[in-house]
């Protein structure tokens, strides 16, 4: 999958927790000032880490770096059913949790609800 697809920024942004956002290009710019995230910088360092696909992998110091600078609330907001149709949410808590950044259960993220810990 080239880093350049469609596909691939929607699928690592949702990281984004984090990123089901509105990642079609033209929409990555409003999402940006809209939730002060390096859209860019979340989708190559953390994208592969709430792949649908393969295990839990605790994500890198570089994607952490990204994740503690996410505003989730914000981001969770964003997040439509494509994006999440390409992501792990499940995976995308993970991820979150794992550098530290909190996601209290009952959080409502797009169309999903964050279980307890």
Known sequence: ????SPKFHCLALAIVMISGLKLISSNQEVFAQSCH???LGVITQCGKY????GPDVYPSPECCSLVQSLDIPCV???LTNQIQDLISMEKVV???RSCGKAVSPGT???SYTVPSA
Not at 1 to 4: H, K, L, N, P, V
């Open 1 to 4: 999958m080239a880093i350049s």
């Open 37 to 39: 995230t390096d859209v």
């Open 50 to 53: 709430v792949a649908k696909s």
């Open 76 to 78: 969770c907001k964003l």
């Open 94 to 96: 993970y991820v979150a």
């Open 108 to 110: 409502k993220c797009g």
